[in-house]
């Protein structure tokens, strides 16, 4: 028996064109064989796509919602399953749609695609590279040296597939109550390549990292992933960024957070704080009185923005430190200023007040 379409992306039957995009890129997400490797998922994958190529075309979504079939089980109305819409001749939007799914993933859109051309043309897959580097790198910016594995096309390696002829794709004509519906799909024997071999090779190159990139950005380099096939673009390289957590630093955005114990007679006095930059020591003042927990802001100490302009700023966090033992001498010197400054009575009148 065919399976529901909607049910498939998780969705009403009266959804729109809007609810229908959000389900399919996040099923998309979850199983996109790139990111899930879990077995099955690569059907799972195969199924939404085909479920979104139907519902996201209004003449196709209308068809099915008639006859409660798709184009490719028409001829008899049940069996076939999902597969083959990768390759559907005119179908709906799947490359728009998967476009978005791929900027989410890499904050950018993928310009080759990586599927099987017309012409027999295969771009080469994206690779990755997990970089972990310090927040002081971070701060300003660097070049690096990285080696990395990929695939390059094996020398004298010709198409040579016997089921394709070398074109790395099968295509298949099926004749419907509603016409005829040729469908593409990756040629089973050679799974694309047409006979094509590619190799493992290492290579090292130099990568520039921009001052105030963040953990979690991406950052793309062209034309650096495996080769393509045919003739088809290279992919690319994705640099995944790591800051590390600093000893005594906290970063929040392009600003820098910096918490400094204060012994209790400084604040009461007043005192100059010699607080360490990322690019070395300045002086802080702290007036006299200053409060437990207040921000002192040092303009444009902090990140510089990531797009060229400005600096963030770094925020001084006074805390101060309160004595949890006293000497005789020290214990004496504080009840003869808690006399003298009637605390008691200026507390007793406080929580009084609090009545």
């Not at 080759?112 to 927040?135: F, K, M, N, P, V």
């Not at 016997?162 to 109550?177: A, D, S």
């Not at 927990?293 to 510089?304: A, D, H, N, P, V």
């Not at 600096?311 to 003869?336: A, Q, R, W």
């Amino acid at each position: 028996m065919a399976k529901d379409l909607y049910n498939v992306l998780g969705i009403e039957k009266g959804a729109n064109e809007q609810e229908i995009k959000r389900a399919y890129r996040r099923l998309a997400r979850e199983y996109h064989p790139d990111v899930n490797k879990s077995a099955g998922a690569d059907e799972k994958f195969k199924e939404v796509q085909s479920a979104y190529d139907v519902l996201s075309d209004p003449q196709k979504r209308a068809r099915y919602d008639q006859f409660g079939v798709t184009d490719d089980q028409a001829g008899g109305f049940g069996g076939g399953g999902f597969g083959g819409f990768e390759g559907f001749s005119g179908g709906a939007g799947f490359e728009d749609a998967f476009g978005d799914i791929f900027e989410s993933f890499f904050g950018g859109s993928r310009g080759g695609g990586g599927g099987a051309r017309s012409s027999g043309q295969q771009a080469g897959e994206d690779l990755r590279y997990d970089l972990t580097i310090s927040l002081e790198e971070a701060a300003k910016g660097f070049k690096k040296n990285i080696e990395l594995f990929y695939l390059d096309v094996k020398k004298g390696s010709t198409r040579s597939c016997p089921q394709c002829n070398g074109v790395g794709y099968v295509e298949v004509v099926q004749r419907t109550i509603l016409g005829s519906i040729s469908q593409r799909s990756p040629c089973p024997t050679c799974h694309g390549t047409g006979g094509i071999e590619r190799e493992k090779k290492k290579k090292n190159i130099d990568i520039k990292i921009p001052a105030g990139v963040e953990t979690g950005m991406k950052l793309r380099v062209s034309g650096e992933g495996n080769a393509g096939i045919g003739g088809g673009p290279r992919g690319d390289l994705f640099v995944v960024i790591t800051v590390k957590e600093h000893d005594v630093f906290h970063r929040e955005g392009n600003d820098l957070i910096l918490e400094v114990p204060v012994p209790l007679s400084q604040v009461v006095l007043g005192a100059v704080l010699r607080v360490p930059t990322l690019e070395g020591k300045t002086d802080l003042k702290v007036p006299a009185g200053t409060q437990a927990g207040t921000r002192f802001r040092l303009k444009g100490k902090g990140i510089k923005n990531i797009k060229g302009f400005g600096h963030g700023d770094m925020y001084v966090i006074v805390n101060v430190d309160i004595p949890t033992s006293l000497t005789k001498d020290e214990k004496e010197c504080f009840e003869k200023i808690s006399k003298l400054r009637g605390d008691e009575k200026r507390l007793a009148s406080a929580l009084d007040a609090l009545v």
